[in-house]
């Protein structure tokens, strides 16, 4: 199956420092969405991109749907104790299946 | 929350039994998926279903069967257990309410452990 390629795979950051993390295929996607995933529990919806090159906000968290539609970034501006956990990628094309990336781990150490 | 619970939350059973996972939604979403999800895999699609009685296979859907007869649960059986359906289960929705087309929001998960 698909797989997107998600990187980095992990990273350790101090409190207050900006992180950016990203996703890439070799398919285009018509949307891309975000996630976090704490331990334990399912994936939450962070930020829904629908267009190329659409810039979405939510709190701290800015998220760019890509201009060649294979890719997109999130930013996280600021970093708290509580922004640690797994960040996924995902993105769906014109069927209604999705593709998720295999995932950010985020360490934030205060 | 996106009004979608799963049960049970955790099960443990042996080897050749079936087991049946209940995806449960309040939300009236049209489409439902089943995902597993294992270290270095990232999640797998099993199945997914896109209306009442309309299912389909995902990616790792061998050992595995669903069935949907009311938009609001998605069953997801496993015929015979084997040790590699060890697993993290989460169900999805997407498609109609309130949120986008292309949303998809998660359950809690199953956390599903065959001796």
């Known amino acids: 199956g698909q797989q997107l390629n998600q990187s980095p795979q992990s990273m350790f950051i101090q409190e207050g420092e900006d992180v950016s993390m990203n996703c890439t295929s070799s398919?285009?996607?018509?949307?891309w969405l975000w996630y976090k995933q704490d331990p334990g529990e399912g994936p939450v919806l962070l930020i829904a991109?629908?267009?190329?090159?659409e810039l979405t906000s939510n709190g701290r968290l800015t998220a760019q749907f890509g201009i060649t539609r294979k890719d997109s970034f999130l930013n996280i501006s600021a970093s708290i104790p509580s922004d640690v956990g797994i960040y996924f990628c995902?993105?769906?094309?014109?069927?209604?299946?999705?593709?998720f990336g295999t995932g950010t781990s985020l360490t934030v150490i205060p | 929350d996106a009004g979608i619970t799963q049960s049970p939350r955790h099960k443990v059973t042996e080897t050749g039994t079936p087991v049946t996972l209940r995806c449960h939604q309040t939300?009236?979403?049209?489409?439902m998926y089943w995902y597993r999800q294992d270290p270095g895999h990232g999640l797998r699609l099993i199945h997914y279903?896109?209306?009442?009685?309309?299912?389909d296979k995902g990616e790792v859907s061998d050992g595995y069967s669903v069935s949907r007869s009311k938009t609001e649960d998605f069953l997801l059986t496993l015929e015979s257990a084997t040790s590699s359906q060890t697993s993290v289960y989460f169900c999805?929705?997407?498609?109609?309410?309130?949120?986008?087309?292309?949303?998809?929001?998660f359950g809690p998960g199953t956390r599903l452990t065959v001796t």
């Open positions: 999805a929705i997407s498609g109609s309410g309130t949120s986008g087309p292309y949303e998809q929001y």
């Open positions: 279903s896109y209306g009442v009685k309309d299912t």
């Open positions: 995902a993105g769906q094309n014109t069927g209604n299946q999705f593709y």
């Open positions: 991109l629908y267009k190329a090159g």
């Open positions: 398919s285009i996607f018509n949307t």
């Open positions: 939300e009236n979403h049209r489409y």
